[in-house]
DNA sequence: CGTAATGCGGATATTGTATATCCATTAGGA
DNA sequence: TCCTAATGGATATACAATATCCGCATTACG
C-alpha cells in the first residue's frame, strides 16, 4: 500500500505556493524544474488540484498557478485526496457472504465487523491530516530552514514568478 | 492507495482459526472455500502469515493452520503488516533536494517536514490497528451474529477441522 | 494584430505491481 | 506405500501508476 509519487510532488508545490507572495503565480514548468520532476505528469495532479478548488490556474504567458484560498484553509487531507481520491485503504468485499454454509444470496445487516475495524484506522489517519494546515507547514518550513538556503531559494522564485 | 485483497483475507482466516476450539486445524483448502478466494493464492498470504510467526502450518493430511500464539496476542496491525509490508504509506524521496539553486549534492539535516506530517498520519493509523486484538474481534461476532448463522458456521467448520 | 507561452484535456505508451496459476519438493498420516 | 498437506520457485495475466505527446483555447506582450 503507497500513496502515488503524484502526492509528494504537490505537497511540496502547494507548501512553495503557500511561500509566495499574495497573488503571486508559478507556471507548472517552474514547479517541475524546482523539483526535478518530470513537467507534464507534474501537470496532471496540479489539474486535479485545480479542479477541487485547492489552487487555481491560469492561461497565456504570466499564467500559472496560486492558491485558491488561504494556506490556512487547505488541510493535507484536502491535498492528498485530490490527488489520491477520498476512497478507503481498506475495500471490503463482503467474503463473509461467500461461505458455503450460507443460504445463497444470504445478505447481513450491517456491516463487516473486520471492515469497521480496518476503516476506524482509516479514520484516525484522515483525522491526522484533516488538522495539519498548509499554513502550519510554511510557517513551519521558515522557522526551520537555514536562512541562507530560505534567500536562495526566494531568489529563485523571484525569477519565475508571473504576474 | 489501497491495500491488498489477501489482507481482507487473512483476515477473515484469522476470525475463523480465533474461533476454532484449542489446537484444532484448519487447511487452505477449506478456508479458501470457506471464503470463496482461490486457494492458491491465499496459500500465498498465509505462507507470510507463518513466516512472522502469527500462524502456524503443519504438514500431511491433517495438517494445516492454527493460531501460533492467543488471539488476544495477536493485533490488526500483526496481522496487516505481515501481509502488506511495514512500510509507510509515504515515501519520501527527497525531492527538496533537487531545487536548482541548492549546492549540488545538497543534503538537508533532519528529515522533511512534509515526511514528518505524512508519517505521523501514517502512526496514528497503525496505532489504531495495533489496539485491535484478534480475541476482541471474535467475541464481538459471537455477540453480534445470529445463532442460527453461528450454529451452521461451526457444524460447516468442524467438518473441515484438522487434528 | 501576430507570436509565444501557458493551462487544459484526450490519447497513448511504458513500467511496475497485484493477482493468479502451476509445479516440484518435503513431510506426515493412514 | 499412497494420499494429502505446506512450502517455495517460476511464470503468466490483469490492471494501475508513471510518463509522454499532441491539439486546443486562452492571454500577455511586442
Not at 503571486?24 to 478548488?53: C, D, I, M, N, W
Not at 492528498?80 to 481520491?85: N, P, Q, T
Not at 468485499?93 to 465487523?113: L, V
Request: some cysteine; charged content about 20%; proline content about 6%.
Amino acid at each position: 500500500m503507497q500513496l502515488r509519487n503524484q502526492v509528494e510532488w504537490v505537497l511540496h508545490c502547494c507548501a512553495i505556493l503557500a511561500m509566495l507572495p499574495e497573488g503571486a503565480r508559478l507556471s507548472t514548468r517552474a514547479l517541475a524544474e524546482f523539483h526535478g520532476v518530470p513537467k507534464e505528469y507534474l501537470s496532471k495532479a496540479l489539474q486535479s488540484l485545480a479542479q477541487v478548488g485547492i489552487v487555481e490556474g491560469s492561461l497565456g504567458p504570466a499564467g500559472g498557478y496560486r492558491l485558491a484560498r488561504p494556506a490556512s484553509a487547505i488541510s493535507f487531507l484536502d491535498i492528498v485526496e485530490a490527488v489520491e481520491g477520498g476512497g478507503r485503504s481498506f475495500a471490503c468485499t463482503e467474503i463473509r457472504c461467500n461461505a458455503p454454509c450460507h443460504p445463497p444470496g444470504f445478505r447481513p445487516e450491517g456491516p463487516c465487523q473486520v471492515a469497521r475495524i480496518m476503516w476506524r484506522a482509516d479514520d484516525a489517519w484522515r483525522r491526522e491530516l484533516a488538522a495539519q494546515s498548509l499554513s502550519a507547514l510554511a510557517d513551519q518550513l521558515g522557522r526551520e530552514l537555514p536562512a541562507d538556503l530560505q534567500s536562495r531559494t526566494a531568489g529563485w522564485l523571484k525569477k519565475r514568478i508571473s504576474s
